[in-house]
């Protein structure tokens, strides 16, 4: 993101308070609702969410009369399993056919996602009104572990700092709450600047990728460096979270660490409470379902499925069914916090903590480089591919729409993040092979990293 976009973009839901406020008001009560509350109030809505894709999106009307079905005819949450799966595939092919008729152009945000298989895609927001509910469920999240609106934050997660070319890692927004640090430059000679800053700030929480603050923990393990006072507690996502990691973590700096699980596609949102007895799932955000791989139901708790979601907050562009490319296990009883949404015990994302190494030696994860901007609409697929740090290889699958254009806008988005001491290669390919195991990956690191997993094709 640019110097102030966080800033920008909070400033742009004004327009959007009251869908803050009403959804903020709503999770401050069914918080606290009894499991059978919270059933009644996903079957209502879900009830409102078919209608609405029934009459006004031109896909799921398809889809019902292909089948045979009204809205009507799903009466409770288990009556979800007659409509098929949305893949993201699907999505691609029938993009236009998926946007709610009832929403003009203006009322539209287009996002995108890369996604760890490299085939990037593009979907619709409602504008602003998205983006404040959004937020209301994040901050009602981070509120279960101690978070406040006035608290301060680093923010180690993938954001771009301007002048980072003049030796300047870090600028503030949020109206000056909190503190962005580049996670592109944590080399060994920059790390302490970033140690200074957080001391200066004083902030009471990190905001961070996994991969991030393990860098920065290791750091301070091995030059004997004092942890931070100030720090309450850090805030983990966008990355799996490694076996002994928590630990490693907390070790260190001496503070709990929380982790959360969501997606741009915002069908599912879960995450620890204080007790960090798994991942609540907030029950008023989607319908959450874990799925074998012939689309039954997961059994136990000891049984692991493909995380599908209904998103209950999107009716721009509605996500019924979606599968994603998730897995995770129920987590069985309830939570000694009280609340009684349902819960994860495991969540294992899509994205792996995997790095490109620059020639300064700057580990850059590849989580920060997924962009969310239109830069890949002319791409079909992508791939990152390296093998010594003076170069990275970006392997391209053009659209047929693909000009000479889009390679320039791909070079300036990627150098915003890549910076000036690897050089970029881009190289078009007709297709880019599966793993052994079927799958894409996004990126092929023959370099010896020794971080997270190992970078072998998953």
Known sequence: MSDQTITA???GLVPA??????TYRLLRKSQWWSSRQLEEYQVRRLGKLLDHAYRNVPYYRRVFD???LKPTDI???SDLRKLPFLTKEMIRDNLKDLVARNYPQGKLEYVTTGGTSGVPLGFYYEKAVSRATEWAFIKTLWERVGYRFKDKCILLKGNVVANTDRGKFWETTFFGR???LSSYHMTESNLPEYIKKIREFRPKFIQAFPSAITILAKFMEKNSVAPFLSIKAILCGSENMYP?????????????VYTWYGHAERVVLAGECNQRTGYHIFPEYGITELVRDDGTPVAGENETGTIVGT??????LPLIRYKTDDQAAWASGDCSCGRKYPRLKTVKGRWLQEFIITGNNRPISITAINMHSDVFDNVAQFQFYQDRKEEVIFNVVKKPGYTDRDTEYIKKELARKLGGDIDLVIRFVDNIPRTERGKYRFLIQKLPLGMGEENSGQ
């Open 75 to 77: 009466q409770n949450l």
């Open 244 to 256: 002994g990691q928590r630990e490693l973590i907390e070790g260190i700096l001496h503070c709990p």
């Open 17 to 22: 308070l009251p869908a803050y406020f009403k």
């Open 9 to 11: 973009k909070a400033l």
């Open 66 to 68: 292909e089948r045979g």
């Open 311 to 316: 998103g209950l907050t999107n009716y721009a």
């Open 178 to 180: 909190w503190l962005i």
